[in-house]
Structures are given as structure tokens and as C-alpha cells.
């Protein structure tokens, strides 16, 4: 009932950007937590960044400084800045939003596709 579509992926050197996409559509009532996590190869799922509706974050230690999340509520989107990227950077992408919709009586987590960040040394 809800979909989340990442886009902004791909490959860049060490030290440079990417910009990524997420926008959520469907039978959307209300979102509220929206974040990205990543999964290295070999790895578990980790937090990379979260926002909530009102514009409060939350940041991985390894992003910090170099991420940004930011979010546009009226069109249903996260987006994550990239910068100064290292080769640990290097991972699947998900984004994820809590939302709730007209069929669900409290919010539900969903997640997008993912989409790949390489960063080469």
C-alpha cells in the first residue's frame, strides 16, 4: 500500500557526493519517522540517519558531519547529501518511513529497494 523509491546511487571516488532520493507514495494518511539505513557486504543493516516530521535527526558517528538528511513533507520525500565519502561509505541504501495510511490504524514501518553507493579508493 505504500511504496518507497530510492533513487541518486551509483559510483564516485573517494572524497566526492551523491545525492540520494526517497519518495514515498500510496494510501498515505501521515508519515513520521523517515531515515536511511545501509548494508555492506558481509554486513548487518545499520543506521545511517533519521528525521521526523518535525525536522529533528539523528546521525550514525560515522555520517556525522559528512551526511545530511533533510525531507520534504509535502512531497513525501527523504533525501540524504552525501559527502567527503570514504570506501567504508560503500553499501546497499534503504530508506525507510513510518507511515500510516487509510487501512492501517497505526504507523507502519516500509522500506524502498535500495539502491548502491560505490565509493572507490
Known amino acids: 500500500q505504500v511504496q518507497l523509491v530510492e533513487s541518486g546511487g551509483g559510483l564516485v571516488q573517494a572524497g566526492g557526493s551523491l545525492r540520494l532520493s526517497c519518495a514515498a507514495s500510496g494510501s498515505i494518511v501521515s508519515i513520521n519517522t523517515m531515515g536511511w539505513y545501509r548494508q555492506a557486504s558481509g554486513k548487518q543493516r545499520e543506521l545511517v540517519a533519521t528525521i521526523t516530521s518535525g525536522g529533528s535527526t539523528v546521525y550514525a558517528d560515522s555520517t556525522k558531519g559528512r551526511f545530511t538528511i533533510s525531507r520534504d513533507n509535502a512531497k513525501n520525500t527523504v533525501y540524504l547529501q552525501m559527502n567527503s565519502l570514504k570506501p567504508e561509505d560503500t553499501a546497499v541504501y534503504y530508506c525507510?518511513?513510518?507511515?500510516?495510511?487509510?487501512?492501517?490504524?497505526?504507523?507502519?514501518?516500509?522500506w524502498g529497494q535500495g539502491t548502491q553507493v560505490t565509493v572507490s579508493s
Open positions: 525507510a518511513a513510518d507511515t500510516k495510511t487509510y487501512y492501517s490504524g497505526s504507523y507502519v514501518r516500509g
